[in-house]
């Protein structure tokens, strides 16, 4: 009482707070998501919370400057769906642009410092666009929406250790021979890469033979969507970014997001 009452007098009762543990949660996460979508949207990057003294900007795994990037140019969004991850204290946004200027499909991993979800420590874009690997942002919209992406039952979760593997194995089937084998996938598996689409996922799959691995993985897992997605270089080259969901412990979706010219 006596201490209260001179921190008051002498205006340091601030100091009487104690530091708590920062926590990242779900919540920061995705309000983080939405700054991002609605800077994209105004194409005004300097409506975003970014860390002064810790930020990076990549764009199809290039370093680069933000201001020069997609985000300074406004895109209708005609679609968009974001996932958590609190263990990592990163965010992951995919949005689609069927109009404008150039249509887009865009994986984005946003990265907080300290758990620190009013500042954002890096955005990590994959974008593709016309001449893009299948690209014809239409036909994905028109997949991807009709995709389920409910959360799923706390009792259902797959583990974080599950997600990890499934994205790790996926990326794996081009130079391991065993790693489709070793992926859960389910009946009624759909996968959209680009906007090419194959059900079940399980047909058609590397099965080996690269001898170039799928490098520079960045992860995003969220338990309570099921899903993981893992921005790479494709074979040592092409921006990349997978994302697959499980459902009830088999996969369930694949969304592919490649920047790759083709001839
Ligand atoms: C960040 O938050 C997560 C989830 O709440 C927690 O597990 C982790 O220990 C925190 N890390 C730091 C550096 O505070
Ligand atoms: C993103 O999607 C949510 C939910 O579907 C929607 O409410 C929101 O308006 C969308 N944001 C933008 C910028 O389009
Ligand atoms: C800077 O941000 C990255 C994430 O983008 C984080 O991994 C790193 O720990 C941060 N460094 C400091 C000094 O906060």
Not at 38 to 44: H, I, L, R, V, Y
Not at 56 to 73: A, C, E, F
Not at 97 to 117: C, E, F, L, M, W
Not at 119 to 126: C, L, W
């Amino acid at each position: 009482m006596f201490l209260d009452a001179v921190l008051r007098i002498t205006g340091l009762l601030v100091l009487t707070v104690p530091t708590l543990a920062a926590e990242c949660t779900r919540e920061g996460l995705l309000a983080a998501t939405e700054s991002y979508l609605t800077a994209q949207t105004s194409g005004k990057v300097s409506n975003l919370k970014l860390s002064s003294s810790n930020f990076t900007y990549r764009q199809n795994n290039v370093v680069s400057d933000i201001t020069k990037g997609l985000l300074s140019t406004a895109y209708k969004v005609d679609l968009n769906r974001s996932t958590a991850d609190t263990v990592a204290c990163a965010s992951y946004t995919m949005w689609i642009s069927t109009s404008g200027s150039k249509p887009y499909v865009v994986s984005t991993q946003i990265r907080h410092a300290n758990n620190d979800t009013s500042s954002i420590s890096m955005i990590d874009t994959v974008a593709a666009s016309t001449g893009d690997l299948f690209f014809d942002a239409k036909k994905t919209l028109g997949y991807i929406q009709k995709e389920d992406w409910k959360i799923i039952p706390a009792e259902q979760r797959p583990s974080r250790e599950l997600l990890k593997k499934v994205g790790d194995a996926y990326l794996d089937m081009w130079t391991d021979a065993k790693a489709a084998d070793s992926i859960p996938w389910g009946t009624e598996c759909e996968r959209v890469e680009g906007s090419q689409y194959t059900n079940p996922c399980g047909k058609t799959l590397p099965r080996g033979g690269s001898s170039k691995n799928n490098g520079m993985r960045r992860y995003v897992i969220d338990e309570e969507m099921g899903s993981v997605d893992c921005q790479f270089d494709s074979l040592g080259a092409w921006p990349d970014s997978h994302e697959v969901r499980v459902v009830a412990g088999k996969v369930k979706y694949v969304h592919t997001v490649t920047v790759m010219k083709l001839g």
